[in-house]
């Protein structure tokens, strides 16, 4: 079964409308308009009943320290090209880590970075790490997910209700992330969380 994160939660009641999801991430320490700062985030993180991802751009060690031991994390997803040195030390921290590749044209996969990591984001380039909205061309992402096969592949980047199934269909990724595409304005809309998750649940019916 394909599992569902979604990302970029502000307030609590984007955790209760997103309570259907696997996964729900948290942005610390980047730069975007979903950051959180680290004390709101601690807040809504102690009320989340799903698997919780702090999600950064952040390479420094010690405020990756300083961010581990006071959100406590389920997974840390380090949204930077991959970097053997710093997942090694992320795995070290107590918690999974997903590490992060973005998906173009001939992309290929450091083996050894995997070594220190849980699963695979792959995601469309733009000016920032991620959270661009935008769709990359998914046999990319096929090619690495064969490449790397079994390991994990999260499918990031433009996803929405209406074009989740085809993107599910194409890459058939562990798990498939989604921010803006479930929003109206500044918040998760229900009706397009509902619906994006109908989705995915339905490509996965036998």
Request: hydrophobic letters at 40%; proline letters at 5%.
């Amino acid at each position: 079964m394909t599992a569902v994160k979604i990302c970029g939660m502000r307030s609590t009641g984007d955790l209760d409308r997103c309570r259907r999801a696997d996964f729900l991430g948290f942005v610390v320490l980047a730069q975007s308009p979903r950051n959180l700062d680290l004390r709101t985030a601690r807040e809504l993180m102690s009320s989340c009943d799903n698997v919780k991802v702090a999600v950064t751009t952040e390479t420094d060690r010690p405020s990756l320290e300083r961010m581990i031991a006071l959100l406590e994390p389920d997974i840390l997803q380090l949204h930077v090209p991959l970097n053997e040195e710093l997942l090694r030390f992320a795995s070290g921290l107590g918690m999974k880590v997903w590490g992060m590749k973005h998906a173009t044209p001939g992309t290929t996969v450091e083996k050894d970075c995997l070594r220190h990591c849980q699963a695979l984001v792959l995601d469309t380039p733009g000016e920032r790490a991620g959270g661009n909205g935008t769709v990359h061309d998914w046999s990319v992402s096929r090619g690495v997910r064969e490449s790397v096969r079994p390991f994990p592949v999260v499918l990031a980047g433009g996803l929405c209700p209406e074009n989740a199934a085809e993107a599910v269909r194409k890459v058939a990724p562990f798990a498939v992330d989604v921010s803006s595409g479930v929003e109206s304005g500044a918040a998760k809309d229900q009706d397009k969380v509902n619906a994006f998750i109908d989705v995915i649940r339905e490509v996965d019916r036998p």
